[in-house]
């Protein structure tokens, strides 16, 4: 059985090297973290995923996983770094080319090099290769060169590396064949060579697709906010059509991939991609539209007790990468005349820089709650507690996730369905 050597051990490189382990490769995880590393070697993980630290005791005990601060020999190199953006919206590959550089002194004919990092197109054809080729190696025929791209969902990780279909792009056929065939020994679901440069769009076009037709949607709530009708309803009605499916509006998109890869496509093609970057610009600007209607919820209170409730960017994960809810509650901090605090289950208290309470002491007094994440804790909120404890029961679901209805004792509103909210729907108790 091979030796795998994965650099990077975060939400895609810790799930991949436990499922490779699993499966009777001996792996080497590597990290720049000390602290993940030592708690990797007692078993221990560092991210929430449903299902990881169970596999992750499993192989460590077994000495199929462990994990090193340093990269070492191994027949199979899978690089899954960070590839975040600059101020300026352009790709910051930097953690890709330093992974590049860390696995080279380690080396040898006939290895398998595979970047699972999202990148943009041509990062293998003009970053990947020339570092190996400096390195003294033919990078089209020394070794196997390919990207094979992560597209999984949170809190499904360890399934859908399994089940998945995945994409394989080599610098050469051969080298997309010998990558390919290692992920056959893991994968149930298809394995598909082709190109590096195809592999890469391909999935940025995949989270490319989702955001613009998630700012569709976000856009229509904006139109729906203007004209008082409920865009829910709206997107109810015309997804009965059979060729429709418009997707759900919400405070913005986050996470590493919706809300970063889009732009790598700009990047290499401004001039062209005009529709990808007006999806990201409106739905960049989600959340300044969710701080509107927190400003019209609470203008006749002098000082408004506000819960906000999320700060990942999607259910049920401890994730808050680019997070949209993580903007909405700097900038409703930022304001002096609010009372704020905020609750998220799933998040520790050091991944965050405000602090963090319970349920209990974030509705106590509150004014009004602002539902960010849809976690299952929110969709499934006693309205019996918010009426008792809350100072005026009025609630903003901005996920529009919440079991809650509009009835006496308890205002609802969602974040495409606003109407109404220019006549204030808070009373003033604080005259």
Do not use: W
């Not at 590049?100 to 990062?123: C, D, Q």
């Not at 190996?132 to 949170?154: M, Q, T």
């Not at 998220?344 to 106590?364: G, I, N, T």
Request: aromatic share 4%.
């Amino acid at each position: 059985m091979q030796k795998i050597c994965v650099i990077g051990l975060g939400y895609i490189g810790l799930p991949t090297a436990a499922i490779f382990a699993r499966a009777g490769f001996s792996v080497v995880g590597v990290d720049v973290n000390k602290q993940v590393v030592e708690r990797l070697n007692k078993g221990e993980v560092t991210i929430e995923e449903v299902g990881l630290p169970e596999v992750v005791k499993q192989v460590v005990a077994s000495g199929k996983l462990r994990a090193s601060l340093e990269p070492e020999e191994a027949d199979v190199f899978l690089i899954s770094v960070p590839t975040p953006i600059h101020e300026d919206c352009t790709a910051n590959v930097d953690y890709v080319k330093s992974a590049t550089e860390a696995v080279v002194p380690y080396l040898k004919k006939g290895n398998v090099v595979i970047v699972e990092s999202t990148i943009p197109p041509r990062t293998i054809d003009d970053i990947v290769a020339p570092i190996i080729e400096a390195a003294g190696f033919n990078p089209k025929e020394d070794v196997a060169i390919a990207h094979c791209p992560e597209r999984v969902l949170p809190g499904r990780i360890l399934i859908e590396l399994v089940e998945n279909t995945r994409i394989v792009g080599g610098l050469t056929p051969e080298a997309a064949t010998k990558a390919a065939d290692v992920y056959r020994q893991i994968v149930t679901g298809d394995v598909v060579e082709t190109e590096a440069v195809t592999a890469e769009m391909s999935k940025l076009m995949e989270n490319t697709f989702r955001d613009v037709n998630i700012a569709l949607a976000n856009e229509l709530a904006k139109i729906s906010a203007r004209l008082g009708v409920d865009a829910h309803k709206v997107i109810e009605l015309a997804n009965k059509h059979p060729r429709v499916n418009i997707h759900q509006p919400g405070p913005g998109v986050g996470g590493h991939c919706l809300a970063v890869d889009p732009y790598f496509i700009v990047e290499k093609a401004p001039e062209e991609a005009l529709m990808i970057q007006l999806s990201r610009d409106i739905n960049n600007s989600m959340p300044d539209f969710v701080i509107e209607q927190i400003i019209k919820l609470t203008a006749e209170l002098k000082e408004p007790k506000i819960a906000l409730f999320g700060l990942t960017y999607k259910g049920n994960i401890d994730d808050v990468r680019e997070s949209p809810a993580i903007d909405i509650v700097e900038k409703v901090l930022a304001n002096p005349r609010y009372n704020v605090r905020v609750h998220d289950p799933h998040v520790r208290d050091e991944r965050v820089p405000f602090p963090l309470v319970s349920f209990e002491e974030a509705v106590k007094g509150a004014n009004l709650v602002v539902v960010l994440t849809d976690h299952n804790e929110f969709k499934m909120i006693n309205k019996n507690v918010l009426v008792s404890e809350m100072e005026t029961p009025v609630v903003f679901d901005t996920k529009n996730c919440t079991n809650l209805e509009q009835e006496e004792g308890l205002t609802v509103y969602r974040i495409g369905d606003v109407t109404g909210l220019e006549a204030i729907a808070v009373k003033r108790i604080n005259s």
